[in-house]
């Protein structure tokens, strides 16, 4: 065997938690949203409601390294100054594209539900992963997700805070998801579900950080040609044999769906 946000004040807070499996779940199943799940940035993606589906370059001047969360606040309010509501983001979202072959894994997943227990750590916003995932019928697949309170005021303006606060050094100021998804694994193993193998599927710098905690055990999924797989390259080049677990990048996440039915056949 293996090892062992709340509220920030906003109203309207969207929390996704799925469906339960009714056996312990063999295999932990780690998926990132933005440019994983689907095949753009959904912080991108929400600009096509804004005006002229651009923003002003004073607000765009205002990013800063690490800080992306406080920056989408002030996106946020730019749009809702604009008199963008809640049925323009929520059209926006659900039509977001799903990256190619995640509708395979997906399927693959509903069919064998039973054997993995599946979560969604992302630095989007709860309100938008859940528009899109459920107008492509797979919220249902996620035992829990992780992602920025997200929700609209009185005026109507989408809101937005940061999930936590943390003290790693490598991962913006509002998340940490190797802290997530250490916490959650300890949470499990109180609960005495613990798993024999972790996967994880993501594509950014955000994603390295977690997947470093990962044993020779696991498998990282890094989309091919992204941050987070070009970081395990780099890593093997300075320090051979620090990422731990198995290494497989895809370019269609069909390609996670038959290494995962391997697994399944040869019953690790």
């Known amino acids: 065997m293996r090892r062992c946000c709340e509220g920030v004040g906003l109203p309207c807070l969207f929390k996704g938690v799925g469906m339960a499996s009714p056996r312990p779940p063999k295999y932990l199943l780690v998926f990132d949203f933005d440019e994983t799940i689907i095949n753009e940035n959904s912080d991108d993606s929400i600009v096509r409601a804004a005006p002229g589906q651009a923003l002003p370059e004073h607000i765009r001047q205002t990013f800063r390294e690490g800080f992306y969360n406080e920056y989408m606040q002030r996106v946020l309010a730019y749009m809702g100054d604009q008199g963008v509501k809640m049925g323009d983001f929520k059209t926006v979202y659900e039509n977001i594209p799903l990256s190619p072959g995640m509708p395979d894994l997906f399927q693959f997943l509903s069919k064998n539900h039973e ?50 606060s943390h003290k790693c050094l490598d991962c913006p100021a509002n998340m940490c998801k190797r802290k997530i998804l250490t916490e959650y694994l300890t949470e499990r193993a109180q609960e005495e579900v613990e798993f024999e193998r972790v996967f994880y599927v993501g594509d950014g710098a955000n994603d390295f950080c977690p997947s470093m905690t990962l044993t020779s055990a696991d498998v990282a999924f890094p989309r091919k040609g992204y941050p987070m797989h070009q970081m395990t390259q780099e890593m093997e080049k300075k320090q051979p044999g620090a990422f731990q677990a198995s290494v497989v990048p895809w370019e269609s996440a069909a390609e996670v769906a038959r290494y995962l039915q391997e697994v399944l056949k040869k019953k690790c």
């Open 115 to 164: 054997l993995f227990e599946i979560i969604l750590i992302s630095d989007a916003n709860m309100f938008g992963i859940e528009c899109n995932l459920r107008a492509a019928g797979f919220y249902s697949l996620f035992r829990k997700i992780f992602s920025n309170p997200s929700g609209f005021d009185k005026r109507g303006y989408f809101t937005l805070g940061p999930y936590h």
